[in-house]
């Protein structure tokens, strides 16, 4: 779900423009201004995540508001002058929409704004993720540094994770299931029922076998649609 506001000096534009929004299901409205200044003081206290905002206003314009904010939510710009486009998306806004505006563009806006909304979220997600994990080995907790992971063995309840900086493998208890899980923000592939493969350690697709260098390891046909995908063949 969206946070967002409307921002137009126009009643009649901004009772559309709200009415618009509250037929599209993933917006909320948190609040429709008639000036700049007055969505300045809600921002302050609510931040949204997009903003419907017109440029031509009395006082502060649209553009020079969002300029003037630190964070600035993500902006759809609704106006009747075509002349401020390039500006407009040297501000980064995600659309830019001429008056009058149908229902269909403004909801292709709208779905370009959650597009964009998840993209954020999934790179905030793997940014703030560690690149490292504990896992028991004969009663200690030994640390598994992610980007030193090749690949991962399943043994019925126990894994073997292999390393790049070590010959023997690290053995714990723990299914596929939940070893993919500790993984998903990062890039590896499933290859076969028993196998997990780092992404970027890959080095060559044979026709059922998946290679790191010189190691060759199996590729399931059931997995095969999936690591074509993640490696982009």
């Given at each position: 779900m969206l946070k967002c506001m409307a921002v137009d000096d126009e009643k009649l534009v901004l009772d559309l423009l709200v009415d618009n929004i509250q037929q599209v299901p993933f917006l909320q409205l948190?609040?429709?201004?008639?000036?700049?200044?007055e969505a300045a003081a809600i921002l302050h206290e609510q931040p949204v995540d997009l903003i419907f905002l017109d440029i031509q206003m009395p006082g502060l314009n649209g553009l020079q508001f969002l300029q003037s904010l630190k964070n600035p939510p993500m902006a759809i710009l609704v106006?009747?002058?075509k002349e401020y486009a390039l500006e407009g998306f040297n501000l980064d806004v995600v659309d830019?929409?001429?008056k009058p505006v149908?229902?269909?563009r403004f909801l292709k806006a709208c779905n370009k704004a959650q597009d964009l909304y998840n993209l954020q979220q999934k790179s905030a997600t793997k940014e703030e993720a560690p690149d490292y994990f504990f896992v028991y080995v004969e009663y200690v907790q030994v640390k598994v540094s992610i980007p030193d992971i090749l690949y991962i063995e399943g043994m019925k309840d126990y894994v073997k994770i292999f390393l790049a900086s070590s010959s023997r493998p690290v053995i714990t208890k723990m299914s596929m299931k939940a070893i993919q899980e500790k993984l998903s923000a990062f890039r590896f592939i499933r290859t076969h029922?028993?196998?997990i493969v780092a992404a970027g350690k890959v080095t060559?697709?044979?026709?059922d076998l998946i290679c790191i260098g010189s190691l060759e390891l199996p590729l399931s046909e059931n997995y095969k649609g999936e690591v074509e995908k993640a490696l982009a063949l």
């Amino acid at each position: 779900m969206l946070k967002c506001m409307a921002v137009d000096d126009e009643k009649l534009v901004l009772d559309l423009l709200v009415d618009n929004i509250q037929q599209v299901p993933f917006l909320q409205l948190v609040k429709a201004c008639r000036n700049a200044m007055e969505a300045a003081a809600i921002l302050h206290e609510q931040p949204v995540d997009l903003i419907f905002l017109d440029i031509q206003m009395p006082g502060l314009n649209g553009l020079q508001f969002l300029q003037s904010l630190k964070n600035p939510p993500m902006a759809i710009l609704v106006t009747a002058y075509k002349e401020y486009a390039l500006e407009g998306f040297n501000l980064d806004v995600v659309d830019y929409l001429l008056k009058p505006v149908s229902f269909e563009r403004f909801l292709k806006a709208c779905n370009k704004a959650q597009d964009l909304y998840n993209l954020q979220q999934k790179s905030a997600t793997k940014e703030e993720a560690p690149d490292y994990f504990f896992v028991y080995v004969e009663y200690v907790q030994v640390k598994v540094s992610i980007p030193d992971i090749l690949y991962i063995e399943g043994m019925k309840d126990y894994v073997k994770i292999f390393l790049a900086s070590s010959s023997r493998p690290v053995i714990t208890k723990m299914s596929m299931k939940a070893i993919q899980e500790k993984l998903s923000a990062f890039r590896f592939i499933r290859t076969h029922k028993s196998y997990i493969v780092a992404a970027g350690k890959v080095t060559a697709v044979k026709r059922d076998l998946i290679c790191i260098g010189s190691l060759e390891l199996p590729l399931s046909e059931n997995y095969k649609g999936e690591v074509e995908k993640a490696l982009a063949l």
